[in-house]
């Protein structure tokens, strides 16, 4: 499974030229593979994501892990248990940092 997952992220770097966006997909199933089947991608993984929240989060979300539903619903739940609105809760972290 591993195998595929590298052999689906090289497919998607050949399929940038083309019109479609056949290289996102391919790209996306290839590091579900990978991140799947891979305790060192995993780890990594975790490590980029501290490093470069936005892009990681976003990632996720595109990807549907289940990591990143969880964290979405853990942070509506604490978002109604405050009774903050969306756009508080984001001044309020961005503060934070």
């Known amino acids: 499974?591993?195998?595929s997952g590298v052999v689906l992220i090289i497919a998607a770097?050949?399929?940038l030229p083309l019109?479609?966006?056949a290289g996102a997909f391919l790209f996306a199933g290839g590091?579900?593979?990978i991140l799947r089947n891979s305790v060192r991608a995993r780890i990594r993984?975790?490590?980029a994501k501290r490093r470069w929240p936005r892009a990681g989060n976003l990632v996720d979300r595109t990807m549907r892990r289940q990591s990143a539903l969880r964290r979405q619903q853990r942070g509506k739940a604490r978002r109604i248990d405050t009774g903050r609105t969306d756009a508080t809760a984001?001044?309020?972290e961005r503060s934070m940092r």
């Open 31 to 33: 590091m579900v593979l």
């Open 1 to 3: 499974m591993l195998a």
């Open 19 to 21: 019109p479609v966006p």
């Open 13 to 15: 770097g050949l399929a």
């Open 45 to 47: 993984w975790a490590r």
């Open 90 to 92: 984001r001044t309020d």
